[in-house]
């Protein structure tokens, strides 16, 4: 991560725009080379993007000019939601280019995230099942990068549509979400870290339940949610322990996991959702 105060000094140099543009530059670089997982479109917005910051900026508002760079096509929205999720990856943690990031995935997608705690009807019996299925399903981890995810079992495929988590989703946001019919298993394995980040299409509204989690040695709290919101001015930290949930928007919320100790892992679900039509 970028030292703040070297983040400024960036900025005060070369200008908010010229910041913006030089996290753009990269972030086409790894879609033209593969580096960014492409769905078509991002290099060719990313180019008209820069062309806009190279006459300088139509708008005062940072934000405002990237959020109305998606248009009124749904296509080219998405396609801006993946190339600004790229930005994240690159782009420095504070100062105007950040902050406007921030607020121009919040006006396109909604940010938010709620802590759901223990739900009554994810019980100890359903989370024994869920921890024994992830263990068949997750493939063995190497080193200390996050595997592949795994695919979703019986137990998994049923949760993912059951009317019940449905309405605690719809409850946590205030809209009423259908599911997306995808859901898999996620390990965390010891030294790991999933860095800054927003979520993929088919999460645009993700749903995580943590299964286990084995905290460090040295009786720190461990590894944690971090999300970015435009309403405040420091990122939240949002513990979550085993057999507890949180939802999250996270097609429009900058979000990360802390570090994980040597000695720490964690193995939680993910469930998309999206907004019902």
């Not at 979703?152 to 989703?169: D, E, Q």
Request: aromatic fraction near 6%; charge should be negative; avoid cysteine.
């Amino acid at each position: 991560m970028v030292d703040r105060r070297e983040a400024h000094a960036v900025e005060r140099e070369f200008g908010a725009e010229d910041v913006l543009a030089g996290a753009l530059a990269d972030s086409r670089d790894a879609f033209s080379s593969g580096a960014a997982r492409s769905h078509g479109g991002e290099p060719e917005l990313i180019d008209d993007l820069l062309a806009q910051l190279e006459l300088g900026r139509p708008a005062d508002d940072l934000a405002a000019w990237l959020t109305a760079s998606a248009g009124p096509n749904g296509e080219r929205r998405d396609v801006l939601g993946d190339v600004l999720g790229s930005v994240a990856r690159r782009l420095p943690q504070t100062g105007e280019p950040w902050q406007a990031l921030v607020s121009a995935l919040d006006r396109l997608f909604g940010s938010g995230v709620r802590a759901l705690g223990r739900l009554p009807f994810v019980g100890d019996a359903l989370l024994a099942l869920l921890l024994a299925e992830a263990r068949q399903q997750l493939p063995e981890p190497e080193g200390t990068s996050r595997p592949a995810p795994g695919p979703a079992g019986r137990a998994l495929a049923s949760l993912a549509v059951s009317p019940k988590l449905s309405a605690a989703m719809s409850t946590a946001f205030g809209f009423a979400v259908a599911p997306t019919y995808d859901a898999v298993y996620q390990h965390d394995p010891p030294g790991s870290h999933v860095r800054t980040h927003v979520d993929s299409r088919d999460y645009e509204l993700v749903f995580h339940l943590i299964l286990e989690h084995t905290l460090p040695g040295d009786g720190s709290p461990g590894s944690a949610l971090v999300a970015h919101l435009p309403s405040e001015p420091e990122p939240t930290r949002l513990p979550v322990g085993p057999g507890e949930a949180v939802a999250l928007r996270g097609r429009g919320t900058i979000h990360s996991w802390e570090p994980l100790h040597e000695d720490e892992d964690r193995t939680m679900i993910a469930i998309g959702f999206a907004s019902a039509p």
